[in-house]
């Protein structure tokens, strides 16, 4: 992983750049329905109330290299969920999301989390092998999960008896 870069926590003014990698990171992907959706989950309040939890990747010129929206749960203080995460396609393979996955690991453990959860759309096979190589458990396609037609398939990964 290269050493030049910065990770910090969001602020507000970094949700507009967050979104306008989404379209680029995901290189099309469900096409223009695909795009909506993925503005749709990252609304601007991540950037104004789960920021402690979140994690922010810039290259030295300022440019957007990376991040991690996650927070623990409020109904279950056990389980933290990592909400969306995504990384420039040319830093692919370097080791960047392995280290913000690590991070949140390691920030939600403080914490008494024992179990983190995230989710992605069935069609999403880079994510779904990605999960099961970080040691998550990872769920078959689960119809309607966010509404209709909205299928997801899950993760989970126990913290217990893990160094972080």
Known sequence: MSADLTFRQPTENDHARVLAALGPWWGGLKGEAGAKERALLVPRLYFQHF?????????????????????????????????????????????????????????????????????TS?????????????????SGVLPDYDGPGLDRVAFTRSLDDQAG
Do not use: M
């Open 122 to 138: 069935p069609q999403n096979a880079a994510s779904r092998a990605y999960h099961a190589r970080l040691g998550f458990e990872v």
């Open 51 to 119: 920021t402690t939890t979140s994690r922010l990747v810039e290259r030295p010129d300022g440019t957007l290299a990376a991040f991690l929206i996650g927070f623990v749960s409020q109904t279950d203080p056990d389980t933290a969920y990592i909400h969306f995460v995504g990384v420039d396609p040319e830093l692919h393979g370097q080791g960047i999301g392995r280290s913000l996955y690590e991070w949140f690991f390691g920030q939600v453990r403080e914490s008494g989390v024992r179990k983190v959860k995230c989710i």
